[in-house]
């Protein structure tokens, strides 16, 4: 008898998937290289991180880890609420935004159905889609003759939608483009979408944009019920590591994700620094500012170095590395830089930074003019 490894039993469209590359950890360079002075500008964190009040209410939460969590994250939901201008029970809470991505798929996709995403769009959406049986329909980006090259091109996406079409994910900005649409492109998009499809927008990086005629989504939600806006607490919340996004969504939208949700999904930790960093308001734009200013600076400068920028909405930037990305990318590495390729999204010439302090940011730049 021949021996089948038992994870082949796993049903096909889950052993067909390309899982989730995620960036190189600190510590694993650490052990490989045996360097001490690392940085990661990999994973579009904050490097400031929590403030010190979100710190805080960490602390004081992990005394009480013995106990579940809150699973209806009540404090957080109605933070969330007054600050969006929605009614509680149109957050879903996620572990990550992209835990509450998942729930969408969940929610509304089976065997049968698709759901359209963008050519270099987020690297979770075919996941999540494919997860579920139903079909991911990836539409070519816009091409070179555009100014948002590599970005969604939202004409051909609603030419991609038919009638087993359920949902359509666009991340605005995009990750690892950092390309956006406009609001008015975007709205005439979403106005047309027919009422069969769910509109995931997914606006994790929403408050790099400031400044920016970006449209905040959540405005839009009571004039497009089938719209379902995302956000997180990973970027510019500077939360990651303790993971918390959500969704927002018509009432009715919320109440599908919430039955797929698992009933303690966010942990105390995450929903106390979630909530306490949502009042810090100072402490968020303090590092928004310098993501900011560090965009423009960072992209003059790899610009007049002749390094290609892709203009970006996000806290970070796509550059054009080259035929020789990797060998950059190995370069970098062994100065302690861990910058992000992207190969798996079929940009084998390109790398992602992510903006880090002022002086992550110079280190990077004497890097790359090196390398
Ligand atoms: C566009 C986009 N959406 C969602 C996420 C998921 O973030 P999280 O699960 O940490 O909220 C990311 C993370 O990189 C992202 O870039």
Redesign the pocket.
Known sequence: MSFTPPGQLAVENVRSLSPYVPGKPIEELQRELGLSDIIKLA??ENPFGPGPAALEAMRRALAETWLYPDGSGHILKQKLAVKLGVQPNQITL?N????A?VLLAEAFLKPGLEAVYSQYG?A?YPIAIQATGATAVAVPALGADSPMHLGHDLAAMARAINARTRVVFI?NP??PTGTWAAAGELEAFIAAVPPHVIVAL?E??YEYTVGMKLQNGVEWIARFPNLVV?R????AYGL?GV???YAVSDPTVADMLNRVRQAFNVSSVGLAGAAAALDDTTHVAAAVNVAIAERARVSARLTALGTKVVPSAGNFLLLHAGANARGKFEALLRLGIIVRPVGNYQLPEHLRVTLGTVEQNDRFLRAWEAC
């Open positions: 994973s579009n996620g990550g935004s992209n835990d991505l987020f979770v991340a995009n990750n997914d994790a990086y995302f997180t607490f990973s970027k990651a993971r918390v996004g």
